[in-house]
């Protein structure tokens, strides 16, 4: 347990104030953890989804709308949205600050630490399909409603440095055929070939590393 806290550095409140669509990018090769009386389990972060509300008919908070299940996306950067969808629980970070309702889904993790955990959780032992989709990767961290509006910097439930993807793809969302135009925006974003990414990997373009740049 020691050494697991060695390498692990929280990032910071700064990270998550930075544009949506950046911050989709940013999250990939971060780390997402979840301690629990059961232990910590963590992944690093390999596919993401951008929503930007009021705007985007894809989000739940188009046209500003604003329920009980909405309201932590009007607060602050770097909380975690939390909600069901057909009995599975769903992970997000909020961004765009307060008064503006924008998250990113967390689509998918690559199994790093309490991998044993996970399997139990899952009641399976293929490692590919631990967490390769939004309500796999929740299950398999022990992510839960209760999550709901905590802060992403500190324990129990909180994302960490990582390592820097080598491209990033880039396409279009899944899931959202009735969202009108919003369906084609190329809001979705993984780490290019990595075998954990919840669906198809058929990209609009890649993103490449830029030589010297700086990766959280």
């Known amino acids: 347990m020691e050494e697991f806290y060695k390498e692990i550095v929280p990032v ?5 104030e930075q544009p949506t669509l950046e911050l989709a990018k940013a999250l990939l090769g971060c780390l997402l953890v979840k301690e629990t009386n059961e232990g910590i389990a963590a992944g690093y972060i390999v596919e993401s989804e951008a929503y930007i ?36 629980c769903l ?4 961004s765009g600050g307060e008064e503006k309702p924008e998250a990113v889904l967390i689509r998918a ?19 590919t399909s631990l967490t390769n989709g939004p309500g796999k990767l929740t299950k398999s961290l022990g992510i839960t409603k209760e999550d709901y509006g905590r802060p992403l910097t500190t324990p129990p439930l909180y994302i960490a440095k990582g390592f820097c993807p080598e491209s990033i793809s880039v396409g279009k969302r899944i899931g ?14 993984w780490v290019t070939n990595n075998k954990y990414v919840s ?18």
Request: charged share 25%; hydrophobic share 35%.
């Open 12 to 16: 910071s409140q700064e990270f998550f």
């Open 91 to 94: 992970f997000n970070v909020t």
């Open 53 to 88: 509300g009021p705007s985007d008919r894809a989000a739940h908070s188009y046209q500003n709308r604003r329920t009980a299940r909405t309201e932590i996306m009007f607060q602050r950067f770097g909380l975690a949205y939390i909600y069901m969808m057909h009995t599975h």
């Open 176 to 189: 959202i055929d009735n969202a009108g135009e919003a369906r084609d925006f190329p809001w979705r974003f």
């Open 109 to 127: 993790v690559e199994p790093w630490y309490g991998v044993g955990l996970m399997k139990s959780r899952r009641g399976m032992e293929e490692l």
């Open 199 to 216: 669906r198809h990997q058929k990209s609009e373009y890649v993103l490449l590393k830029q030589q010297g740049s700086d990766c959280t």
